[in-house]
């Protein structure tokens, strides 16, 4: 008897909150303002991405250390990518390092499409 094991490989683990277009820009215009992380490719971000946010690549290959040097745990996090399953994995791998997180949902084209500005 044979056995199959199906492994979700888009299962995203972590505790962080996400949230649409509109609520992301009040959570990062808000008095208690996050660090906002762009998890794209560099290409991506110098295409357009939203006003303050910093670069970090999550398909690099030490994301995970890049961000531990660069981010302030005391601080809330604001990932975002293009889509939304990118940032998702960022934001999963944050909050298991002890990082509060927030996401974007449908990434940086939710945001376009929602009418929100974005800088180069």
């Known amino acids: ?9 888009f299962s995203m683990k972590g505790d962080y909150t996400t949230l649409n ?15 906002v992380v762009d998890v794209r490719t560099s290409d991506e971000y110098n295409s357009g991405h939203i006003r303050n946010a910093i670069n970090i690549d999550v398909k690099g290959d030490n994301f995970v ?3 531990e040097e660069k981010l302030d745990k005391d ?4 990932v975002y990518c293009q889509g939304g399953i990118r940032s998702r994995k960022a ?3 944050l909050s298991d390092k002890g990082f509060t997180v927030i996401n974007l949902e449908g990434g940086i084209s939710e945001w376009i499409k929602a009418g929100k500005e974005t800088v180069k």
């Open 75 to 78: 601080k809330k996090i604001a």
């Open 1 to 9: 008897m044979a056995v199959i094991i199906i492994v979700n490989i």
């Open 91 to 93: 934001a999963a791998k």
């Open 65 to 67: 250390e890049i961000a």
């Open 21 to 35: 277009a509109s609520d992301f820009e009040k959570a990062i215009m808000g008095d208690d303002k996050p660090i």
